[in-house]
């Protein structure tokens, strides 16, 4: 973590971390350190919503924006949106489309792309229901 501090404190490139961190404890020790200049957790690494809001509130009292970090599916997207939504810190949220056929398959609607944005969903939940059809096939029993 020094050398990270390090490097944050002596180049002029904003350093971006988090993906691999899974605690707000360890977030905070990369807080305290200055090791960071944005942070990007990830909600399936942290343990879901509300760890990753708990990260999100503790960058904020560093001044540091959050951007997650978002490459584990369309559910995940979602869940992310959510914690976005609501947070004072929030950035950009790392999305990727198109690189797997099944994709848009999973959801009952598609991620409600819009311009480049996500529109915030309306709908209860996570705003997106499961597609079970499609997933079933994929169940390890």
Same mark, same amino acid.
């Given at each position: 973590? +020094?050398?990270?501090?390090?490097?944050?404190?002596?180049?002029? %490139?904003?350093?971006?971390?988090?993906?691999?961190?899974?605690?707000?404890? @360890?977030?905070?020790?990369?807080?305290?350190? %200055?090791?960071?200049?944005?942070?990007?957790?990830?909600?399936?690494?942290?343990?879901?919503?509300? @760890?990753? +809001?708990?990260?999100?509130?503790?960058?904020?009292?560093?001044?540091?924006?959050?951007?997650?970090?978002?490459?584990?599916?369309?559910?995940?997207?979602?869940?992310?949106?959510?914690?976005?939504?609501?947070?004072?810190?929030?950035?950009?949220? @790392?999305?990727?489309?198109? @690189?797997?056929?099944?994709?848009?398959?999973?959801?009952?609607?598609?991620?409600?792309?819009?311009k480049g944005y996500?529109?915030?969903?309306? +709908?209860?939940?996570?705003?997106?229901?499961?597609n079970k059809d #499609?997933? #079933?096939?994929?169940?390890?029993?």
């Amino acid at each position: 973590m +020094k050398t990270l501090a390090y490097l944050t404190s002596t180049i002029n %490139t904003p350093i971006c971390v988090g993906e691999h961190l899974f605690t707000r404890f @360890e977030f905070r020790e990369l807080f305290e350190q %200055t090791a960071a200049d944005i942070v990007m957790p990830d909600i399936c690494y942290t343990g879901g919503i509300l @760890e990753m +809001k708990k990260i999100a509130a503790l960058a904020d009292t560093y001044h540091i924006p959050f951007c997650p970090h978002n490459y584990l599916g369309p559910i995940a997207t979602m869940a992310s949106i959510q914690v976005c939504a609501c947070v004072p810190n929030f950035s950009i949220l @790392e999305f990727q489309g198109g @690189e797997v056929s099944w994709r848009d398959r999973v959801l009952s609607d598609p991620i409600p792309l819009n311009k480049g944005y996500i529109d915030l969903p309306a +709908k209860p939940g996570l705003g997106v229901k499961l597609n079970k059809d #499609e997933l #079933e096939p994929y169940l390890v029993t």
